[in-house]
Nanobody
C-alpha cells in the first residue's frame, strides 16, 4: 500500500514564502513523475509543477519564476518552494506521484492535500 503525505501548508502574507513537502511510503520500485496540483474554491484542479525521474521540470505559467519543484529520490519526497506568494495562490495543494510498485504496476497516487492561504 502506497501512501503520500503532504506538509507545509500555512497562512502566509502576500510576498511571503512557503515550502511544501510530499513524502511517499510503501513498496515503491520506480519513480516516474512527481507533481503538485492545486484547487481553489470554485475552480478546477490545476497542475502547478511537475518533475520527471530524469529531472525535467514543468510549471504552470502563473507560477513560473516564483515556484520551484525539487525532489529527493532516496527519500521519495518532492518539494515545492513557493516564493512571492499572491492571494490568488490560495488553494488546497496536493501531490501526485506516478510510481511503479512491487506488484509491477504503474499507478498514480495522491496525497490528502494541504491548505495554503495567502492573506494579509
Amino acid at each position: 500500500q502506497v501512501q503520500l503525505v503532504e506538509s507545509g501548508g500555512d497562512l502566509v502574507q502576500p510576498g511571503g514564502s512557503l515550502r511544501l513537502s510530499c513524502v511517499a511510503s510503501g513498496s515503491i520500485f520506480t519513480i516516474y513523475t512527481m507533481g503538485w496540483y492545486r484547487q481553489a474554491p470554485g475552480k478546477q484542479r490545476e497542475l502547478v509543477a511537475s518533475i520527471t525521474g530524469t529531472g525535467t521540470r514543468t510549471y504552470a505559467d502563473s507560477v513560473k519564476g516564483r515556484f520551484s519543484i525539487s525532489k529527493d529520490n532516496a527519500k521519495i519526497t518532492a518539494y515545492l518552494q513557493m516564493n512571492s506568494l499572491k492571494p490568488e495562490d490560495t488553494a488546497i495543494y496536493s501531490c501526485k506521484f506516478r510510481l511503479g510498485t512491487s506488484t509491477r504496476t504503474i499507478s498514480d497516487y495522491w496525497g490528502q492535500g494541504t491548505q495554503v492561504t495567502v492573506s494579509s
